[in-house]
């Protein structure tokens, strides 16, 4: 698979994330010695509880670098945040 495969299959495992998580706003993977999730958004703040939350991204990106382990550098050091249109 090329870059831009494994760009659309974050994309839609993100956006998959956002529609399962109706409070969760937004998150950040950041990387130190492995990836993790550094800050969750929600709204209305505290809407959902922020561990729980966490818990499900985590869960989402695991399960997705698994899939797709390229996936893995693709989210380092990025903010990820739901669409409004």
């Known amino acids: 698979m090329d870059t831009k495969m494994h760009e ?3 994309e839609a495992s993100v956006n998959a994330l956002f ?4 409070a969760l706003c937004g998150f950040a993977v ?3 010695t492995e990836l993790f ?3 969750v958004t929600t709204h ?3 809407a959902a509880p ?3 939350l966490r818990g499900v991204i985590v869960a989402a990106l695991a399960a997705l670098i698994e899939e797709c382990p ?5 989210l ?3 903010t990820f945040a739901r669409v409004f249109h």
Do not use: D, T
Request: with cysteine.
């Open 19 to 22: 529609r399962r998580c109706p």
């Open 50 to 52: 922020h561990r729980e």
């Open 70 to 74: 390229e996936a893995g550098e693709l």
């Open 44 to 46: 209305p703040s505290g």
């Open 37 to 39: 999730v550094s800050e």
């Open 8 to 10: 659309q299959r974050l």
């Open 76 to 78: 380092r050091e990025r």
């Open 30 to 32: 950041e990387h130190q």
